[in-house]
């Protein structure tokens, strides 16, 4: 607590705030948190007025003002969730009104965290009401490990202009989303490395799946649908490139036929510097900007034994990365990786707002698993568009989970299969107004 003394001392209230988390998460030797162990000692009751009288103190010009040190290890010692729910609150008052809050990185000793604000509506899994999680007590940010598993985190901002751009379309009650699945006859191409692995080259006819692409984002404009999602192994790179470059021909007028808000352009094989990866790319329709990308990790099975094969991946050079979006945190997971491996594992352990999943299987029920489980437990909403293996009997197109409900679709496969859900978007309860008449630059 000394340490989390000496950041608030020095008005460092986000750094304190990591800091008192990563505290709280930490084990003894019998594998018990910290926080089961606060949640013993007195935890306060909003607005938290003595720990927020002292934060205020910290924030004085006049060094000699504010609180010692050892009286706030002290205080902090006495009632650790007191302070960690008055921080969290006092750092939520510190953006200002009506300004997009940005992901922040911070050092905490030997290893970095991200500090993201919880600004979106979103809804309440079962980890804010059980005592023994972090969610319980934090409900207006997120801290992140830098590295989950071994596996490195981004959380990457998006582009100056862009969260205000993407809040307009986004400014609703009732968001649609949407996903596809094509059979408009283009047929993957793919070859065998090796002994047991393969890669899929390209589509037979690029210029049939490019026009059936721009069908989908017209009807899902048509439709007001503010996200898109395409399939796995379905958008050659080269495809993408020059659906993008249309998309910025068109951005003159930022409400075009095909500006849908947020698109997941689905997935390909792509050569890498080194070696083969499967990759997927997150764009805005409104002009063709990448704003995020994803790796895939776990290679899937082809066929059947003897003769099955692996996915020949070899490279993923792109970490597993997070979005903070007008409508939350959003997180992206290609087929397998959304249920199984250290993408799973790191989307488990933190609970976007929103995951978008390009599929390619002939059977849905783990990501079914792997959403019901993320939605009870985060609130997550899980956006799956899914397309049936190559030479296989019909599958289903995909699904949306939202919290615990799960709307599925039929697995018809004849032209192009296109599907519009609604999801409500339920109102947090607002902090406390700050009344400070200034708004501080963040530390």
Not at 50 to 78: F, G, K, N, Y
Not at 111 to 135: E, K, T, V
Not at 198 to 205: H, I, K, M, P, S
Not at 258 to 271: D, I, K, N, W
Request: some cysteine; hydrophobic content about 40%; proline content about 7%.
């Amino acid at each position: 607590m000394q340490q989390v003394g000496e950041l608030l001392r020095e008005a460092k209230f986000h750094a304190a705030l990591v800091r008192l988390a990563c505290l709280g998460r930490a084990l003894n030797v019998e594998g018990l948190s910290a926080l089961s162990a606060w949640e013993r000692l007195p935890s306060g009751k909003e607005p938290w007025d003595q720990e927020t009288r002292l934060l205020e103190d910290c924030t004085s010009d006049d060094e000699a003002a504010r609180p010692p040190v050892a009286t706030l290890a002290t205080e902090i010692a006495e009632a650790p969730l007191a302070w960690l729910q008055a921080l969290d609150q006092f750092c939520r008052t510190e953006y200002a009104p009506g300004v997009f809050a940005c992901p922040l990185q911070i050092k905490d000793g030997d290893q970095a965290h991200w500090l993201l604000p919880i600004h979106a509506d979103g809804i309440d899994g079962a980890y804010r009401r059980q005592f023994g999680n972090m969610d319980r007590w934090l409900h207006w940010h997120r801290v992140v490990p830098c590295e989950i598993g071994g596996l490195q985190v981004s959380c990457p901002q998006l582009p100056h202009g862009y969260p205000e751009l993407l809040a307009k379309p986004m400014d609703c009650e009732v968001l649609r989303v949407a996903i596809a699945q094509f059979a408009d006859g283009a047929t993957l191409q793919w070859e065998q490395c090796g002994e047991r692995h393969f890669r899929v080259t390209g589509l037979d006819d690029h210029t049939k799946r490019e026009a059936a692409i721009l069908a989908v984002m017209d009807s899902a404009r048509k439709a007001d649908a503010q996200i898109l999602v395409l399939p796995e192994l379905t958008v050659p790179g080269a495809v993408a490139a020059r659906i993008t470059d249309r998309l910025y021909d068109c951005s003159a007028d930022p409400d075009h036929d095909l500006a849908v808000p947020l698109v997941m352009l689905g997935s390909f094989h792509e050569p890498g510097e080194s070696g083969w990866r499967n990759h997927g790319r997150l764009v805005t329709g409104i002009d063709g900007t990448t704003l995020l990308a994803t790796d895939k990790r776990c290679a899937v099975t082809f066929g059947k034994s003897p003769d099955d094969l692996c996915e020949d991946l070899n490279t993923a050079p792109v970490p597993f990365s997070m979005l903070m979006t007008p409508i939350g945190l959003l997180a992206l997971a290609i087929c397998k990786d959304f249920f199984d491996g250290h993408v799973a594992q790191a989307i488990g352990a933190i609970g976007p707002d929103w995951i978008l999943v390009p599929s390619m299987s002939n059977s849905l029920s783990p990501h079914q698993d792997a959403s019901a489980r993320l939605g009870r437990l985060h609130g997550s909403r899980v956006l799956v568009a899914n397309q049936p293996m190559p030479g296989t009997e019909p599958a289903k197109h995909g699904f949306l989970q939202v919290g615990k409900n799960l709307h599925d679709t039929d697995c018809e496969n004849q032209g192009i299969h296109f599907h519009v859900f609604k999801v409500e978007l339920p109102k947090r309860s607002a902090p406390p107004v700050n009344k400070r008449a200034t708004i501080r630059l963040i530390k």
